[in-house]
Every structure is written in C-alpha cells, then in structure tokens.
C-alpha cells in the first residue's frame, strides 16, 4: 500500500476552510514541543501564548489595537493577490504612510481644530498610495518585478524614515534623541474606550474590511480585477484591461496601509520614532493567507494573529522565554498553512502499488 | 495561425499600428477595425473560443458570474455593481433551456464536464441574437449528445440569419454545417468554395498544397 496525492476535480471548499484550523492546531503542538524542549512547562505556555492575552479588557484593548494595522495591511494585499499582483512591501507603504501622517501631525498647534487627526490620517492614505503606484508604474512602464519591487521600497521607506527622524524631523527640544517631538492632542486619533489605549482605528479597519468584502463581491470593478487576476486569457476575451487591476490593487493595498502607520503614529505612539511598526505588513502576508484572501476571514485571522503576538510578549516577561519566539510561530503558522492547502486541489488516496502497476500494464496494452 | 486570426477578428488583440492595410472588417455597416472585443460584442458580435476554461470562462467562478465576461448592457448593473440576482436568473434560464448539466448557478465552471460547460457557453453567447458569431473548434472534446445540441443551434442561429465563422479542423462538422469553405494552408487562404461544389477530394488537395510547394 503507498500513499499518493492525486488532483481533485473540483477544488475543495471545505478544506479551504477547514486548513486554517488545522494550521493553527499544528502551530499549537509545534509550540508546545519548542516549550518542552526549553524545558518550559507547555500547558503553562500555551496557555500564556493563547488564553492569557484575552483575560482582561485590557488585554482585548490591545488585542483590537494591534488587529488595526495587520488587518488594513492584509485587506490591501489580499486585494492584490486576488489580483495576481504579488506585494510584498506593505510595511513600506505603512512605514511611509506614517512618515507622511507623522509630518502633518507636527503641523499641528494648540490651537488646531479637534478633526485635525483626519488631515493626519488622509495624508497616511495618500503617501502609502503613492508608494503603492511607485511599484505599479515601475513594473507597467518597465516591466519591473514587483515583488522584488516592493521588498526594496520598504527598506527605502525605512532609510528614510531613519534619516527624517535623525534629521529635519528631530524634537529640536529632544536631548538629541532620534524621535520627533509629540504630536498636540488635536492631532492624535480619539480613543473610543477609554481608560485603554484602542482608537478609533478599529472601527475603522473594520468598516474597510466590510468595504473590501462588498468590493469584491458586488462590484463590477473588482469583478474585473479578480478574472484579470485568475485567468488573464479570459480577461483578454472579456476585454478587461488588465493594467487597470495592477493599479488599482496596488494603489488601495498602500493606502490602506498607509492609514494603518498613520494610525499608528497618531495613536499609541504619538509621535515618529526610529521604528514605528514591528514588521505589521509583513505579518499582515500571514494574515492575508490565513483568512483565504476573505476581507471577513482577514479579520479573524488578525485578531488570532494579534493574540500570538500579544502572548509572545507575556511569555518573554512572564517565562523568560526569547523574544524570537513569536516571529518563529508566525513563520510555523504560515508553513503549516501552506502545507495543508496542498489538500485544497490535491487529495491524499491510499493506492495498492500491486493492483496499479497491474492496472498500468493493462492500460499499455 | 488560425488562433491568432482567431483573436484579430474578436478584437482580442488589436494591431499595435492604426494602419490595418486593406483589410475591410465591418459589422452591419459600420467599421470596427479599431474596436476592442467589448465594443464589436455591442455592434453583435458573438465569440466562442476553443479553451472553455481558462479563456470562455474563469474556473474558479461560478456560472452567473462569468456570464458577465460578455455582458456590458447596463441591464446588469447598477452604479457600478452587479445585480445578483438578475444574473443569476439568466444563467437558471440558459442551464435550463439547454439541459447543461450543473448544479445551479452558483456551480464552479470547473466543476462541469467539457461537454456541459461547452453548452453553458454557446448558450451565452447565442442567448443576445448576434448577427456575426465567430466560433473556433466548437466541439473539441464534447461528447456526441451535446455535440450535436450545438450543431443544432449553429443552423438555428443561420436560419436567423447571423453570419457564422466556423473554424473546425473536423471535415464531417464542416460538411455537415457550412454553406460554403475557404481552406487555409500555409499560412494562405484559399477562395471560397461554395458547399454544393466542394468535394472532400478538393478540399484535401488544398489543404496539401504545404507539402506539394516543399516537395517542388
């Protein structure tokens, strides 16, 4: 008897459904083997990585706060896979997103008016957009290959950002430290729950997401954008112009996050500071995939991915366990997902090797 | 070569200069050889490629949806969205009437079989009435029940009287539906023949005149 991978006739929808479970569950096990195998207790672990974060209002504050920027960034690039447009380079859209935000902020006096935070979230949208359209122009006028694009835009966007805030945009009044000075309060995002620290971003990520699922389903323009996408032999026999979906996607994917680093400098950080996100869009790939490029999937999946994160720092201050740990989940999350959409088009068949190698020959003759 | 005329007579792909010789190319009248695929389907053009999947239809959408890839009358959308519903009311009207085999509007068109999918797309495309309706190899793998359904609404949209271009690399489909041939070769197209004066002996010696020029 052996083991063999055949093609299914029809994709499976239960599996695609079905293999972002059994990532997770996968994750969970590898996570407990790592832990036993630091000679931590894993139940002890487990429980700090997945339950812990959720105790406290707190806790769910920081939750929906760190969901804010995965889910912008994976809605954007989930609009761009659809699209068969493969940016990589969210984090460089959202860390541009948030020197622009970040420079309208300091714009901003005692005496500016309490809307002034849209001004600072608008400039994030039309900065990260534009460094969205740098890649889309670079590879419709040169053919250039945009997933090498936009990884090498966002270390552009890093540099510059460094420069900025250890340069014109230093605090003048800053002992010499690399940050700007704090933004006034009109410039900040308001918060909807306080005494915690979640903003308004929240919402509106989710109003995005409700946005990009009706886009895609109900919408001629992401119709279009998806058979580009999918079958560009079919676009062509449509007569769709398939330019106009590499546009599009990557024009939304950077606005989308270039608001998530304006919200993020305009929120909890409150001012520009050397590094403004924690590798958000790169995690938000991770997202994207998980939640099956599902604008409504994409929300659960950054808010499991924001517990992991969140439970990574509990376990490094309450267990000692290395900071690293969390980065090796996701990476374990994501291969073990990809790992189980083999099963999506393939299935597994036991195959007797004997009645097939009979079959064979009775096929030659 | 056939494929690419294929694809210049659909407005698929347009020459990347406006010179276009002396070749004529009208619809009713009225000229369209500096006009995409959209806009020749709404002078009444109608196209059935060889690939069903891939090409006719997305195989990852499902029937109603891909509907859409030859609709463009405001009928199917408004401000800019799809009306559902509506499309999915034709595609339940054409899986009917043509007896497609499928599980429903919302089905997958990669969860048909070649012959039923092949139906689904004669049907969507003959469904508008077009008066010019170019089709290449239209029962390239498809079973002989549904082969012949097609064959059928072939000759009952010349009856309306369309005009057809068939491309078919199949003699016995060619005889039993044209009204008349050209033979290609070579990269030559041969004068018409009418039907009734063409005999299958004819047809081959021209269709060898590759091998009679290479051999001389």
């Known amino acids: 008897m052996g083991l063999s991978l055949e093609p299914r006739p029809v994709p499976s929808r239960a599996m695609q459904w079905v293999s972002p479970l059994l990532a997770l569950l996968g994750t969970a096990v590898f996570a407990g083997l790592l832990l036993l195998w630091l000679g931590k207790e894993p139940g002890q672990g487990l429980r700090v990585f997945f339950l812990t974060p959720m105790s406290s209002l707190r806790g769910w504050s920081e939750i929906g706060l760190r969901m804010t920027p995965l889910l912008l960034c994976a809605l954007g690039l989930a609009l761009c896979y659809r699209a068969n447009v493969w940016n990589i380079g969210a984090e460089g859209q959202l860390v541009v997103g948030g020197i622009a935000g970040g420079a309208v902020a300091l714009l901003a006096g005692a005496q500016s008016p309490a809307g002034f935070f849209v001004l600072v979230l608008l400039g994030g949208g039309v900065a990260g957009a534009a460094w969205g359209g740098l890649i889309a122009w670079l590879r419709d006028r040169f053919h250039a290959n945009e997933i090498l694009v936009s990884l090498m835009l966002t270390y552009i966007a890093q540099l510059l950002l460094m420069y900025l805030v250890h340069g014109p945009l230093k605090d003048p009044n800053g002992y010499n430290f690399p940050y700007s000075a704090t933004f006034e309060a009109a410039a900040l995002v308001p918060l909807i729950l306080a005494p915690t620290r979640l903003n308004l971003g929240l919402p509106l990520a989710l109003v995005a997401a409700l946005l990009m699922a009706l886009f895609l389903w109900r919408a001629f323009a992401g119709f279009r954008l998806q058979v580009a996408g999918q079958a560009p032999r079919a676009a062509a026999y449509a007569g769709f112009d398939s330019r106009r979906g590499l546009w599009l996607s990557l024009t939304v994917c950077g606005a989308l996050a270039g608001l998530a680093g304006a919200l993020e400098v305009a929120g909890p950080i409150g001012q520009l500071t050397p590094s403004i996100s924690p590798g958000y869009g790169f995690s938000a790939i991770i997202v994207a995939w998980l939640g099956r490029l599902n604008p409504l999937g994409c929300v659960v999946a950054a808010w499991v991915l924001s517990v992991v994160t969140i439970g990574g720092e509990l376990a490094q201050s309450r267990m000692g366990l290395p900071n690293a740990l969390s980065g090796v989940l996701q990476g374990v999350l994501l291969l073990v997902l990809l790992a189980w959409d083999t099963l999506v088009t393939q299935r597994v068949a036991w195959r007797d090797i004997r009645t097939s190698v009979a079959t064979a020959g009775v096929a030659e003759r | ?216």
């Open chain 2, 1 to 216: 070569m056939a494929r690419a005329i294929c694809s210049r007579l659909s407005g698929e792909r347009l020459p990347a200069t406006a010179q276009h010789g002396a070749m004529q190319m009208a619809i009713d009248g009225t000229d369209v050889r500096a006009l995409g695929i959209a806009q020749r389907r709404s002078h009444g053009l109608a196209f059935i490629p060889e690939e069903r999947l891939g090409r006719a239809t997305v195989p990852g959408m499902a029937l109603d949806w891909n509907l859409l890839l030859s609709r463009r009358e405001p009928d199917w959308f408004s401000w800019g969205f799809l009306r559902r519903r509506r499309l999915a009311a034709l595609a339940r009207r054409l899986i009917e009437r043509h007896q497609v085999r499928a599980a429903g509007p919302a089905a997958l068109a990669v969860s048909l079989t070649g012959g039923n999918l092949q139906k689904y797309v004669v049907a969507r495309e003959l469904e508008p009435g077009p008066t010019v309706l170019l089709v290449s190899q239209p029962t390239w793998g498809v079973d002989v029940g549904a082969a012949a359904r097609i064959h059928q609404a072939l000759l009952d949209l010349r009856a309306a009287g369309a005009g057809i271009l068939l491309v078919s690399e199949d003699l016995d489909e060619l005889f039993a539906l044209c009204d008349a041939f050209h033979v290609m070769s070579a990269g030559r197209l041969s004068a018409r023949l009418a039907a009734e004066q063409a005999g299958i002996e004819q047809i081959g010696r021209l269709m060898g005149t590759i091998d009679d020029a290479v051999a001389a």
